[in-house]
């Protein structure tokens, strides 16, 4: 069978087979935690560090770990690495730790890092595996962060408001106030606007797949007369 290039499993993270957009996987903490930027940017970056690190793993021991018990010690160095961030985060981000709290530990079963343990980590190298979690991960945290954009800007008038949650005091005034009289608009800080938001940008993907496939279709027809 011929090897993925990296070319393909970067196109694939990032835009034809995103978890989000996509595969719609991992939606528990991609509509729960995307309310602001900070809180999306800190869960897309444990999200890239379990995935990354999880993947590498798996493809180390796919050809020791045996059919019938793969899907357990897939899960178990799953929650092992997922262990590891939720430490890191409470040691160097505590109040951000607090802001996220059981969601950190739902990255365990989020589908989509299991999905990309089963489907790509137990059937590829070293390597490409970890592009892939790498990649996939990004992709996420990309969804992650223009939710996180929409829903703060148009629900609380801010962007990046709180950053000290994730990189200390000295990042208090990091943020942007667009206007002292806008109050925001409730319902896209709400969970509502969450699938409000995710639908609004799923179409807009789909609007330009159809505009590419279309100009890709044009082209082989210019070329073929």
């Not at 809180?39 to 999880?54: K, P, Q």
């Not at 790498?134 to 950053?163: H, K, P, Q, T, Y």
């Amino acid at each position: 069978m011929a090897e993925t290039s990296y070319g393909k499993i970067t196109q694939d993270g990032l835009w034809d087979n995103n978890a989000g957009f996509v595969q719609l996987l991992g939606l528990c903490p991609l509509l729960a935690v995307s309310g602001t930027v900070v809180n999306a940017l800190g869960m897309a970056l444990a999200t890239i560090l379990v995935l990354v690190m999880s993947n590498i793993t798996i493809a180390a021991i796919r050809n020791t770990v045996s059919d019938e018990i793969r899907i357990p010690v897939f899960v178990m160095v799953i929650a092992g690495f997922v262990t590891v961030t939720q430490l890191l985060i409470q040691a160097f981000a505590f109040p951000l730790y607090q802001t996220l709290g059981l969601f950190i530990a739902l990255i365990t079963t989020n589908c989509a890092i299991i999905a990309r343990a089963e489907a790509f980590a137990a059937r590829n190298d070293i390597f490409r595996s970890a592009t892939d979690g790498l990649m996939m991960g990004v992709g996420f945290g990309l969804v992650l962060l223009a939710m996180g954009s929409v829903r703060e800007i148009v629900g609380n008038g801010s962007w990046f408001a709180d950053a000290n949650l994730l990189f200390g005091e000295a990042a208090r005034d990091w943020g942007i106030n667009f206007s002292e009289h806008y109050r925001g608009l409730l319902v896209a800080a709400l969970p509502p606007g969450a699938f409000i938001v995710l639908g609004l940008l799923i179409a807009i993907k789909n609007v330009v797949d159809a505009r590419l496939a279309k100009r890709a279709k044009h082209a082989n027809q210019a070329a073929a007369a």
